[in-house]
């Protein structure tokens, strides 16, 4: 039956299964490189953009509005592949995008430049190190001094 | 001034801002393949028993509880890399799979084993396409016939 388990799980139909918050999460890699540059969320008509026009659009969730990635900066993403897990709450897309590459709005290539040691208590001892992931533009530029 | 946007962004404290139902989303990457085989969640327990042990630990938010993944299946992740992005609100760990190599309740290596055709409006003629990513193990024998 459309909509139970086994459909949702293994069937062939898009059935996205949004959350209370009306958004599905969505990881975005680096065509190239592989690398995770973006976690982001669509709600229903980020979504359904983003499949029509094959570039990414989101929902975003600090500004409350639709947000076609690139609109402001320059950096669009060409939608290499998407993918949908299996209880179609979350999307996965390889992207292609344009510009300085840019995935971040600190500038950078991807949002994931800080790593977090592991094996160890958390404690305030504990220093999150830099990738060396610089920007690649200047969001104070592009984005304005806020 | 800790808490402050350029600390979140800028700095080296991990300052997780949970959302308002306590979590954030982990994306989780096979250390070999670059894939991404989970999107889960961690709230400040899972996140800090992944940090302290090195191993994926994580927030059923359907069965809600705290789940250390493997602990049934077999299928522990050790965790090779951890990242926190821009915001402090998604996490990304690179992982190496236990047993099977399994990281999908369905058996199969990863969640995302079907693929979404872009560049179409949504449509009910819209089809989902399988990637061949066959389980590596029976569910119901070890999960139970549920």
Not at 94 to 114: D, E, I, L, M, W
Request: charged content about 25%; glycine content about 10%; proline content about 5%.
């Amino acid at each position: 039956a459309p909509g139970s388990h086994a459909e949702v799980e293994e069937g062939t139909a898009l059935m996205p299964r949004f959350g209370a918050d009306g958004l599905v999460a969505a990881v975005v890699t680096d065509f190239e490189t592989g690398d995770v540059v973006m976690l982001a969320w669509m709600n229903e008509e980020a979504l359904a953009k983003t499949i029509e026009t094959g570039e990414g659009w989101y929902w975003s969730r600090s500004r409350k509005e639709l947000w076609h990635k690139g609109a402001t900066s320059g950096h669009a993403q060409t939608v290499k592949e998407m993918r949908v897990d299996c209880d179609q709450d979350a999307i996965w897309i390889r992207v292609s995008t344009a510009g300085t590459g840019a995935n971040c709005h600190t500038g950078r290539k991807g949002c994931f430049y800080r790593s977090v040691p592991v094996g160890q208590p958390v404690s305030p001892e504990l220093k999150l190190a830099f990738t060396g992931d610089e920007p690649l533009f200047d969001p104070k530029a592009v984005y304005g001094d806020s």
